[in-house]
């Protein structure tokens, strides 16, 4: 089995800084990419930020600049860093990734549970 399991998230004020982890564990072969998504009561699920096995990264607000994300390959775990936090980034925060299961063929796509993020104004 494999499992994602999040951490991180809490209650700040605005113009904060939360780090949200992401560890994966299990019978991992290898993770290609790594996603943060996020959903606010009644809203979709949203793309925050992805990156790929060798570091390449992509964010859906890329003019923001406010957070950013990273990953440590040995410890199979994506980060997602951050700061100058708004009520608006106010979600659940989901850890997504695509991950080779030793022994099987192919990729499965996995999520984690959900990290509530609070932001107060």
């Known amino acids: 089995q494999v499992r994602l399991v999040e951490s991180g998230g809490g209650l700040v004020q605005a113009g904060g800084s939360l780090r949200l982890s992401c560890a994966a564990s299990?019978?991992?072969?290898?993770?290609?990419?790594m996603c943060w998504y996020r959903q606010s009561p009644g809203q979709r699920r949203e793309l925050v930020a992805d990156?790929?096995?060798?570091?390449?990264?992509n964010y859906v607000n890329s003019e923001d600049g406010r957070f950013a994300i990273s990953r440590d390959n040995a410890k199979n775990t994506v980060y997602l860093q951050m700061s100058s936090l708004k009520p608006e980034d106010t979600a659940v925060y989901y850890c997504?990734?695509?991950?080779?299961?030793?022994?099987?063929?192919?990729?499965?796509?996995?999520w984690g549970q959900g990290t509530q993020v609070t932001v107060s104004s």
């Open positions: 299990g019978s991992i072969s290898s993770i290609n990419t």
């Open positions: 990156i790929t096995r060798d570091g390449r990264t």
């Open positions: 997504n990734a695509d991950i080779r299961r030793l022994g099987l063929g192919g990729t499965w796509n996995y």
